[in-house]
Protein backbone atom coordinates (compact mmCIF):
# COMPACT_ATOMS: atom_id res chain seq x y z
CA UNK A 1 0.00 0.00 0.00
CA UNK A 2 1.53 3.11 -1.00
CA UNK A 3 1.24 6.56 0.86
CA UNK A 4 1.63 9.99 0.06
CA UNK A 5 3.78 12.40 2.88
CA UNK A 6 3.50 16.02 2.84
CA UNK A 7 7.03 17.56 4.21
CA UNK A 8 6.09 20.94 6.33
CA UNK A 9 8.90 23.07 7.39
CA UNK A 10 8.81 24.15 11.01
CA UNK A 11 7.67 27.70 9.50
CA UNK A 12 4.52 25.50 8.07
CA UNK A 13 4.86 25.86 4.59
CA UNK A 14 4.35 23.43 2.27
CA UNK A 15 7.48 21.06 0.88
CA UNK A 16 7.90 18.39 -1.22
CA UNK A 17 5.55 14.89 -1.40
CA UNK A 18 7.37 12.06 -0.58
CA UNK A 19 5.69 8.99 -1.86
CA UNK A 20 6.36 5.56 0.96
CA UNK A 21 5.29 2.26 0.87
CA UNK A 22 3.30 1.62 4.52
CA UNK A 23 3.29 -2.22 5.20
CA UNK A 24 0.01 -3.25 6.63
CA UNK A 25 0.43 -3.01 10.51
CA UNK A 26 -1.18 -6.59 10.84
CA UNK A 27 1.46 -8.46 9.14
CA UNK A 28 3.65 -7.52 11.39
CA UNK A 29 1.92 -9.56 14.43
CA UNK A 30 2.39 -13.11 12.55
CA UNK A 31 5.13 -15.13 13.92
CA UNK A 32 4.56 -12.94 17.31
CA UNK A 33 4.10 -14.06 21.01
CA UNK A 34 0.76 -13.11 22.32
CA UNK A 35 1.92 -10.73 24.77
CA UNK A 36 2.77 -8.42 22.03
CA UNK A 37 -0.45 -8.11 20.39
CA UNK A 38 -2.49 -4.93 21.35
CA UNK A 39 -5.16 -5.26 23.99
CA UNK A 40 -8.16 -6.35 24.54
CA UNK A 41 -7.28 -8.89 21.89
CA UNK A 42 -10.34 -11.89 20.48
CA UNK A 43 -7.72 -15.43 19.96
CA UNK A 44 -8.98 -18.29 18.37
CA UNK A 45 -6.44 -21.67 19.49
CA UNK A 46 -6.06 -23.50 15.76
CA UNK A 47 -4.68 -26.64 17.39
CA UNK A 48 -7.57 -26.22 19.31
CA UNK A 49 -10.12 -25.84 17.03
CA UNK A 50 -8.52 -28.65 14.76
CA UNK A 51 -9.85 -31.18 17.95
CA UNK A 52 -12.76 -29.92 18.44
CA UNK A 53 -13.70 -29.76 14.42
CA UNK A 54 -12.27 -33.49 14.35
CA UNK A 55 -14.27 -34.69 16.90
CA UNK A 56 -17.94 -32.78 15.59
CA UNK A 57 -16.69 -33.90 11.97
CA UNK A 58 -15.87 -37.76 12.75
CA UNK A 59 -19.26 -38.41 14.89
CA UNK A 60 -21.62 -37.12 12.13
CA UNK A 61 -19.61 -38.68 9.36
CA UNK A 62 -20.27 -41.98 11.44
CA UNK A 63 -23.75 -40.99 11.63
CA UNK A 64 -24.16 -39.91 7.81
CA UNK A 65 -25.03 -36.55 9.09
CA UNK A 66 -24.15 -33.18 7.08
CA UNK A 67 -22.43 -30.91 9.37
CA UNK A 68 -23.15 -27.25 8.78
CA UNK A 69 -21.51 -24.36 10.91
CA UNK A 70 -23.25 -21.24 12.44
CA UNK A 71 -20.81 -18.51 12.01
CA UNK A 72 -22.68 -15.60 14.75
CA UNK A 73 -20.47 -16.14 17.67
CA UNK A 74 -17.30 -14.94 15.16
CA UNK A 75 -18.79 -13.50 11.62
CA UNK A 76 -15.30 -14.62 10.08
CA UNK A 77 -15.10 -15.97 6.76
CA UNK A 78 -11.52 -16.64 7.04
CA UNK A 79 -12.18 -18.52 9.96
CA UNK A 80 -15.35 -20.10 8.72
CA UNK A 81 -13.36 -21.37 5.60
CA UNK A 82 -10.76 -22.77 7.99
CA UNK A 83 -13.58 -24.96 9.69
CA UNK A 84 -15.15 -25.62 5.82
CA UNK A 85 -12.02 -27.21 5.10
CA UNK A 86 -12.79 -29.44 8.28
CA UNK A 87 -15.89 -31.30 6.82
CA UNK A 88 -18.26 -28.55 7.38
CA UNK A 89 -20.83 -28.31 4.17
CA UNK A 90 -21.54 -24.78 4.75
CA UNK A 91 -22.36 -22.08 6.89
CA UNK A 92 -25.61 -21.06 8.87
CA UNK A 93 -25.91 -16.50 9.06
CA UNK A 94 -28.60 -15.08 10.34
CA UNK A 95 -28.38 -11.54 8.67
CA UNK A 96 -28.42 -10.81 5.09
CA UNK A 97 -25.65 -8.39 5.39
CA UNK A 98 -23.77 -11.40 6.95
CA UNK A 99 -24.71 -13.20 3.77
CA UNK A 100 -23.61 -10.75 1.50
CA UNK A 101 -20.33 -10.29 3.35
CA UNK A 102 -19.44 -13.96 3.30
CA UNK A 103 -20.47 -14.20 -0.37
CA UNK A 104 -17.75 -11.57 -0.64
CA UNK A 105 -15.47 -13.72 0.74
CA UNK A 106 -15.73 -17.09 -1.71
CA UNK A 107 -18.19 -18.57 0.62
CA UNK A 108 -20.77 -20.27 -1.47
CA UNK A 109 -22.90 -22.37 0.50
CA UNK A 110 -24.64 -20.11 2.86
CA UNK A 111 -28.11 -21.38 4.59
CA UNK A 112 -29.84 -17.71 6.01
CA UNK A 113 -31.54 -18.96 8.99
CA UNK A 114 -33.86 -16.55 9.62
CA UNK A 115 -37.20 -14.38 8.27
CA UNK A 116 -36.91 -11.21 6.14
CA UNK A 117 -40.03 -9.08 5.36
CA UNK A 118 -38.87 -5.81 3.28
CA UNK A 119 -39.44 -5.57 -0.05
CA UNK A 120 -35.56 -4.22 -0.44
CA UNK A 121 -34.25 -7.43 1.43
CA UNK A 122 -36.04 -9.87 -0.87
CA UNK A 123 -34.80 -8.13 -3.88
CA UNK A 124 -30.86 -8.35 -1.93
CA UNK A 125 -31.75 -12.24 -1.35
CA UNK A 126 -32.66 -12.86 -4.98
CA UNK A 127 -29.35 -10.88 -6.35
CA UNK A 128 -27.39 -12.45 -3.88
CA UNK A 129 -28.83 -16.28 -5.09
CA UNK A 130 -26.91 -15.32 -8.33
CA UNK A 131 -23.45 -15.43 -6.58
CA UNK A 132 -23.82 -19.10 -5.11
CA UNK A 133 -23.57 -22.57 -5.58
CA UNK A 134 -26.51 -22.42 -2.68
CA UNK A 135 -28.48 -20.33 -0.85
CA UNK A 136 -31.13 -22.23 1.57
CA UNK A 137 -33.49 -19.73 3.78
CA UNK A 138 -35.87 -20.34 6.51
CA UNK A 139 -39.70 -20.05 5.35
CA UNK A 140 -42.49 -19.90 8.16
CA UNK A 141 -45.02 -17.55 6.47
CA UNK A 142 -46.75 -18.12 3.31
CA UNK A 143 -46.47 -14.75 2.41
CA UNK A 144 -42.94 -14.25 2.63
CA UNK A 145 -42.56 -17.47 0.13
CA UNK A 146 -44.53 -15.70 -2.06
CA UNK A 147 -42.81 -12.92 -1.80
CA UNK A 148 -39.21 -14.80 -1.99
CA UNK A 149 -40.36 -16.85 -5.40
CA UNK A 150 -41.51 -13.61 -7.45
CA UNK A 151 -38.54 -11.53 -6.40
CA UNK A 152 -36.44 -14.30 -7.54
CA UNK A 153 -38.63 -15.19 -10.65
CA UNK A 154 -38.04 -11.12 -11.39
CA UNK A 155 -34.50 -11.62 -11.65
CA UNK A 156 -34.20 -14.67 -13.59
CA UNK A 157 -32.25 -16.44 -11.01
CA UNK A 158 -30.69 -19.76 -12.39
CA UNK A 159 -29.90 -21.32 -9.39
CA UNK A 160 -33.18 -21.21 -7.54
CA UNK A 161 -33.48 -20.77 -4.00
CA UNK A 162 -34.04 -24.03 -1.64
CA UNK A 163 -36.69 -23.37 0.76
CA UNK A 164 -36.71 -24.73 4.60
CA UNK A 165 -39.74 -24.35 6.31
CA UNK A 166 -39.20 -23.74 10.02
CA UNK A 167 -40.99 -25.34 12.67
CA UNK A 168 -41.79 -24.50 16.17
CA UNK A 169 -39.79 -27.06 18.02
CA UNK A 170 -40.41 -25.68 21.81
CA UNK A 171 -38.56 -23.13 21.38
CA UNK A 172 -41.26 -20.31 20.98
CA UNK A 173 -39.44 -18.37 18.39
CA UNK A 174 -40.17 -18.63 14.87
CA UNK A 175 -41.46 -21.59 13.57
CA UNK A 176 -44.74 -23.17 12.54
CA UNK A 177 -47.06 -25.95 13.43
CA UNK A 178 -46.81 -29.16 11.91
CA UNK A 179 -49.86 -28.69 10.38
CA UNK A 180 -48.89 -25.72 9.23
CA UNK A 181 -46.00 -26.93 7.42
CA UNK A 182 -47.53 -29.01 5.35
CA UNK A 183 -49.38 -26.14 4.04
CA UNK A 184 -46.37 -24.52 3.44
CA UNK A 185 -44.53 -27.18 1.77
CA UNK A 186 -47.34 -27.80 -0.44
CA UNK A 187 -47.17 -24.53 -1.84
CA UNK A 188 -43.47 -24.10 -2.23
CA UNK A 189 -43.88 -27.15 -4.33
CA UNK A 190 -46.42 -25.56 -6.42
CA UNK A 191 -44.15 -22.92 -6.96
CA UNK A 192 -41.18 -25.31 -7.94
CA UNK A 193 -42.90 -27.24 -10.19
CA UNK A 194 -44.42 -24.38 -12.02
CA UNK A 195 -41.73 -21.39 -12.03
CA UNK A 196 -38.32 -23.20 -11.05
CA UNK A 197 -37.73 -20.60 -8.96
CA UNK A 198 -37.33 -22.47 -5.62
CA UNK A 199 -37.05 -25.29 -4.83
CA UNK A 200 -38.51 -27.24 -1.77
CA UNK A 201 -35.95 -29.01 0.43
CA UNK A 202 -37.39 -29.64 3.11
CA UNK A 203 -37.60 -28.62 7.47
CA UNK A 204 -35.94 -27.27 9.91
CA UNK A 205 -35.79 -26.01 13.87
CA UNK A 206 -34.33 -24.93 16.49
CA UNK A 207 -33.81 -26.48 19.87
CA UNK A 208 -32.83 -22.90 21.62
CA UNK A 209 -34.55 -23.86 24.87
CA UNK A 210 -32.29 -26.99 25.52
CA UNK A 211 -28.26 -25.34 26.01
CA UNK A 212 -28.19 -24.77 29.51
CA UNK A 213 -30.44 -27.81 30.47
CA UNK A 214 -28.63 -30.67 32.94
CA UNK A 215 -27.91 -33.58 30.63
CA UNK A 216 -30.48 -36.08 31.22
CA UNK A 217 -33.19 -32.96 30.67
CA UNK A 218 -31.41 -31.86 27.94
CA UNK A 219 -31.65 -35.13 25.84
CA UNK A 220 -35.03 -35.52 26.79
CA UNK A 221 -36.34 -31.59 25.43
CA UNK A 222 -34.07 -32.79 22.39
CA UNK A 223 -35.98 -35.97 21.51
CA UNK A 224 -39.70 -34.05 22.10
CA UNK A 225 -38.39 -31.29 19.98
CA UNK A 226 -37.19 -34.11 17.23
CA UNK A 227 -40.47 -35.42 17.41
CA UNK A 228 -42.06 -32.38 16.17
CA UNK A 229 -39.85 -32.32 12.84
CA UNK A 230 -40.33 -35.89 12.48
CA UNK A 231 -44.07 -35.65 12.69
CA UNK A 232 -44.17 -33.28 9.78
CA UNK A 233 -41.82 -34.65 8.01
CA UNK A 234 -44.33 -37.74 7.73
CA UNK A 235 -47.02 -35.74 7.44
CA UNK A 236 -45.51 -33.44 4.37
CA UNK A 237 -44.51 -36.73 2.71
CA UNK A 238 -47.59 -38.28 3.03
CA UNK A 239 -48.37 -35.60 0.56
CA UNK A 240 -46.17 -36.74 -1.78
CA UNK A 241 -43.61 -34.42 -1.21
CA UNK A 242 -40.10 -35.46 -0.24
CA UNK A 243 -38.13 -34.02 2.75
CA UNK A 244 -34.87 -34.42 1.40
CA UNK A 245 -33.38 -31.87 4.67
CA UNK A 246 -34.09 -32.58 8.34
CA UNK A 247 -31.59 -29.67 9.76
CA UNK A 248 -31.29 -28.66 13.50
CA UNK A 249 -29.37 -28.52 16.15
CA UNK A 250 -26.58 -26.86 18.06
CA UNK A 251 -23.31 -27.32 19.97
CA UNK A 252 -24.47 -27.50 23.20
CA UNK A 253 -27.24 -30.89 22.05
CA UNK A 254 -25.37 -31.75 19.18
CA UNK A 255 -24.26 -35.27 21.05
CA UNK A 256 -28.08 -35.75 21.62
CA UNK A 257 -28.82 -35.48 18.14
CA UNK A 258 -26.39 -37.55 16.57
CA UNK A 259 -28.81 -40.56 18.43
CA UNK A 260 -32.17 -39.31 17.53
CA UNK A 261 -32.12 -40.73 14.25
CA UNK A 262 -34.17 -37.65 12.43
CA UNK A 263 -31.68 -35.23 11.43
CA UNK A 264 -30.28 -34.84 8.17
CA UNK A 265 -28.08 -32.18 9.29
CA UNK A 266 -26.45 -30.58 12.94
CA UNK A 267 -26.07 -27.25 12.40
CA UNK A 268 -23.04 -26.82 14.90
CA UNK A 269 -20.53 -23.85 15.29
CA UNK A 270 -19.55 -22.80 18.39
CA UNK A 271 -18.64 -26.13 19.32
CA UNK A 272 -15.22 -25.69 16.87
CA UNK A 273 -14.19 -22.73 19.27
CA UNK A 274 -15.55 -23.71 22.58
CA UNK A 275 -15.61 -21.14 25.61
CA UNK A 276 -17.13 -21.75 28.94
CA UNK A 277 -20.79 -22.41 27.96
CA UNK A 278 -19.77 -24.73 26.03
CA UNK A 279 -17.37 -26.63 27.38
CA UNK A 280 -18.66 -26.31 31.25
CA UNK A 281 -22.37 -24.90 31.25
CA UNK A 282 -22.90 -27.27 27.99
CA UNK A 283 -21.08 -30.13 29.53
CA UNK A 284 -19.29 -30.30 25.79
CA UNK A 285 -15.86 -31.20 27.94
CA UNK A 286 -17.30 -34.63 29.01
CA UNK A 287 -17.31 -35.55 25.00
CA UNK A 288 -13.80 -34.34 25.14
CA UNK A 289 -14.03 -30.85 23.73
CA UNK A 290 -11.65 -27.95 25.07
CA UNK A 291 -11.72 -24.19 25.04
CA UNK A 292 -10.25 -22.44 21.88
CA UNK A 293 -11.80 -19.08 21.79
CA UNK A 294 -10.10 -16.81 24.07
CA UNK A 295 -9.22 -12.96 24.66
CA UNK A 296 -6.04 -11.05 25.78
CA UNK A 297 -6.37 -8.45 28.79
CA UNK A 298 -3.59 -6.57 30.32
CA UNK A 299 -3.71 -5.79 33.90
CA UNK A 300 -3.77 -1.75 34.25
CA UNK A 301 -4.74 -1.20 38.28
CA UNK A 302 -3.44 -3.14 41.44
CA UNK A 303 -4.06 -1.74 44.72
CA UNK A 304 -1.18 -2.04 47.07
CA UNK A 305 -2.72 -3.82 49.36
CA UNK A 306 -3.01 -6.57 46.34
CA UNK A 307 -7.09 -7.30 47.33
CA UNK A 308 -7.73 -6.73 43.40
CA UNK A 309 -6.49 -6.54 39.86
CA UNK A 310 -7.93 -4.59 37.18
CA UNK A 311 -8.16 -5.34 33.45
CA UNK A 312 -8.66 -3.66 30.39
CA UNK A 313 -11.26 -6.36 29.10
CA UNK A 314 -14.96 -4.86 29.89
CA UNK A 315 -18.15 -6.16 28.54
CA UNK A 316 -17.30 -3.68 25.24
CA UNK A 317 -14.69 -6.61 24.44
CA UNK A 318 -15.97 -9.57 26.36
CA UNK A 319 -19.75 -9.03 25.70
CA UNK A 320 -22.44 -10.16 28.45
CA UNK A 321 -25.01 -12.88 28.08
CA UNK A 322 -26.61 -15.18 30.98
CA UNK A 323 -26.33 -18.28 29.76
CA UNK A 324 -22.24 -17.62 29.54
CA UNK A 325 -21.47 -15.28 32.60
CA UNK A 326 -18.28 -13.59 33.56
CA UNK A 327 -15.32 -15.29 31.75
CA UNK A 328 -11.94 -17.08 33.69
CA UNK A 329 -8.40 -16.69 33.83
CA UNK A 330 -6.53 -19.34 31.19
CA UNK A 331 -3.91 -19.76 33.26
CA UNK A 332 -4.49 -18.23 36.92
CA UNK A 333 -6.60 -20.66 38.60
CA UNK A 334 -5.97 -18.52 41.58
CA UNK A 335 -7.79 -15.40 40.04
CA UNK A 336 -11.42 -15.36 38.81
CA UNK A 337 -13.24 -12.40 37.40
CA UNK A 338 -16.20 -10.79 39.82
CA UNK A 339 -17.56 -8.10 37.71
CA UNK A 340 -17.37 -6.35 34.16
CA UNK A 341 -17.93 -2.90 33.38
CA UNK A 342 -17.36 -1.19 29.88
CA UNK A 343 -13.72 -0.78 29.73
CA UNK A 344 -12.88 -2.85 32.85
CA UNK A 345 -12.52 -6.61 34.24
CA UNK A 346 -12.48 -7.10 37.78
CA UNK A 347 -10.08 -9.72 39.61
CA UNK A 348 -10.12 -11.15 42.94
CA UNK A 349 -8.18 -13.86 44.74
CA UNK A 350 -10.50 -17.06 43.91
CA UNK A 351 -9.83 -18.63 47.50
CA UNK A 352 -10.55 -15.27 49.05
CA UNK A 353 -13.50 -14.34 51.03
CA UNK A 354 -15.55 -11.02 49.33
CA UNK A 355 -11.75 -10.27 47.92
CA UNK A 356 -10.06 -10.29 51.69
CA UNK A 357 -6.79 -12.15 51.55
CA UNK A 358 -5.69 -14.15 54.44
CA UNK A 359 -2.29 -14.05 55.78
CA UNK A 360 -2.17 -17.83 54.10
CA UNK A 361 -2.96 -16.85 50.31
CA UNK A 362 -1.30 -13.94 50.52
CA UNK A 363 1.97 -15.90 51.39
CA UNK A 364 1.28 -18.23 48.82
CA UNK A 365 -0.02 -16.51 45.59
CA UNK A 366 1.87 -13.86 43.34
CA UNK A 367 -0.54 -11.18 42.76
CA UNK A 368 -0.74 -9.87 39.27
CA UNK A 369 1.33 -6.83 38.05
CA UNK A 370 0.81 -3.60 36.54
CA UNK A 371 1.22 -4.02 32.70
CA UNK A 372 1.18 -7.92 32.48
CA UNK A 373 -1.04 -9.70 30.10
CA UNK A 374 -3.44 -12.39 30.63
CA UNK A 375 -5.32 -14.85 28.45
CA UNK A 376 -9.26 -15.10 29.18
CA UNK A 377 -11.67 -17.64 28.15
CA UNK A 378 -14.99 -15.64 27.18
CA UNK A 379 -18.70 -17.00 28.42
CA UNK A 380 -20.10 -17.10 25.38
CA UNK A 381 -18.45 -16.27 21.98
CA UNK A 382 -21.62 -15.51 20.29
CA UNK A 383 -21.58 -12.16 22.80
CA UNK A 384 -18.12 -11.13 22.73
CA UNK A 385 -17.37 -12.01 18.36
CA UNK A 386 -19.06 -9.29 17.25
CA UNK A 387 -17.36 -6.79 18.87
CA UNK A 388 -14.57 -7.46 17.09
CA UNK A 389 -12.56 -6.29 13.77
CA UNK A 390 -9.63 -9.10 14.02
CA UNK A 391 -9.22 -12.26 15.01
CA UNK A 392 -5.56 -13.55 15.75
CA UNK A 393 -5.11 -17.45 14.68
CA UNK A 394 -2.63 -19.04 17.25
CA UNK A 395 -0.62 -22.19 17.62
CA UNK A 396 1.09 -22.41 21.60
CA UNK A 397 0.63 -18.58 21.69
CA UNK A 398 2.55 -17.68 18.73
CA UNK A 399 -0.14 -15.67 15.94
CA UNK A 400 -0.29 -17.58 12.85
CA UNK A 401 -2.75 -15.43 11.09
CA UNK A 402 -4.83 -12.27 11.39
CA UNK A 403 -8.05 -12.10 9.96
CA UNK A 404 -10.60 -9.31 9.60
CA UNK A 405 -13.93 -10.22 10.70
CA UNK A 406 -17.62 -8.64 9.08
CA UNK A 407 -17.62 -6.15 11.74
CA UNK A 408 -14.77 -3.97 9.51
CA UNK A 409 -17.58 -3.67 6.70
CA UNK A 410 -20.52 -3.31 9.57
Known amino acids: MWVELTCWSKSKERGEIIRAQRQPEVDGFIGKHIHMLPTPAFLVDLDIVDHNTELMASRMCN ?40 ADEGINDIYLANQLYSQ ?19 IDSMDYLRDLATAVERWEIITPIEILVELNVNHNRCGVTAEEAVELARTAKHIELTTGSIIFAGIT ?38 VAVVSGGGSCNYIDCLETGVLTEIQAGGGALGDLLYCETANLKDHGHQVGALILAQMISVPK ?21 LPAPRDRKDLRVVGLSAEHTRF ?3 GADKGTLTDEINQSLIPPQRGEKMV ?35
Open 63 to 102: KGIAWRIPCKGHRCASLAKYILEKGACGVVLLTLAEAEAF
Open 120 to 138: TDLERLAVLAKRLKRLRVA
Open 205 to 242: GYEGHTPILPPQEKTLATKESHNILAKAKSAIEAEGIK
Open 305 to 325: DKTRAIGNAGFKAIGWHPFGG
Open 348 to 350: EWA
Open 376 to 410: LIPGYTDAMGFLHRTIYAIRKDHVEAVWKTMANKA
